[in-house]
């Protein structure tokens, strides 16, 4: 059986912080739909495991959201 190889890029862009977000998310993705473990994404792009992990959980990319710091 042949297998391909594909190389993918860092995933930054100069649109801004949400744009570079939402590449990240496509990025993992792609790469745990063609068969790459969790480690190896993680390890490739420089995040932990667990940030993998989490962002597979999610079914669309979420912009960052800061919680409301309540005042007393």
Do not use: C, N
Request: aromatic share 6%.
């Amino acid at each position: 059986m042949h297998q391909e190889r594909v190389l993918f890029l860092p995933a930054i862009s100069s649109e801004g912080e949400r744009i570079v977000k939402a590449d990240l998310w496509h990025e993992i993705h792609s790469r745990f739909k063609l068969r790459e473990s969790k480690k190896s994404i993680a390890r490739t792009l420089g995040l932990s495991i667990l940030t993998v992990r989490k962002i597979l959980r999610q079914t669309q990319p979420r912009p960052y959201e800061r919680q409301k710091l309540e005042s007393a």
